[in-house]
């Protein structure tokens, strides 16, 4: 009869094995953890931690922590973080990298979709807040539609185009870094929206 449920084990165990890293952050939410990496945003020379979730309960958005002077291994989401902003963006995350400057680099994108765009986010750390510190966005929709933008809210200047052959153009409004904690998709520039 032992014999018999050996392979049964196994199975479980290979099971368990295969489904995806899942971590409790808050009682009752289930996170699935995208992407991971180290780097110093806030350039102390200490090595911080940032993790793209995604939530159970809100599948096409992801959120993003960040853990200042983090020395773990691996991410401990039930560990108070620095800052989470929830619903970054929506969509597939395809890269999430740091930069030499200490900012951080997330890279959404829809390919093959109906509409398909592509959004990164610089995430900069500045005089003791966590920024939108530029934003760069391209689509082209199924009616035809095709455009991109470029916005870098430390310097104030963007560019943007919309169809082709137009060239970018150079957008002339007064641009402010905005905290990664005020983000949402309703602060995106007019020209940076399809």
Request: charged share 30%; glycine share 8%.
């Amino acid at each position: 009869m032992k014999t018999a449920f050996r392979p049964a084990r196994w199975v479980w165990i290979l099971f368990l094995a295969i489904i995806p890293v899942r971590l409790s952050a808050e009682p009752g939410r289930s996170l699935e953890v995208l992407r991971e990496i180290t780097l110093d945003i806030d350039q102390d020379g200490k090595r911080d931690r940032a993790v793209l979730t995604r939530n159970d309960d809100e599948s096409s958005y992801v959120d993003l922590h960040i853990y200042l002077d983090d020395d773990t291994d691996k991410s401990d989401l039930s560990r108070k973080p620095s800052i989470v902003k929830r619903h970054l963006a929506s969509g597939h995350v395809y890269e999430m990298a740091s930069s030499g400057n200490g900012s951080l680099r997330v890279e959404v994108r829809c390919g093959g979709c109906s509409n398909d765009y592509d959004t990164v986010f610089s995430i900069a750390y500045r005089a003791g807040d966590f920024l939108v510190g530029g934003l760069t966005r391209s689509w082209e929709l199924r009616d035809g539609r095709i455009g991109s933008c470029d916005v870098n809210y430390l310097t104030g200047k963007a560019v943007a185009s919309k169809g082709l052959p137009t060239r970018n153009k150079v957008i002339r409004t007064a641009l402010m870094p905005i905290k990664l904690a005020d983000w949402s998709e309703q602060k995106t520039l007019r020209a940076c929206r399809p």
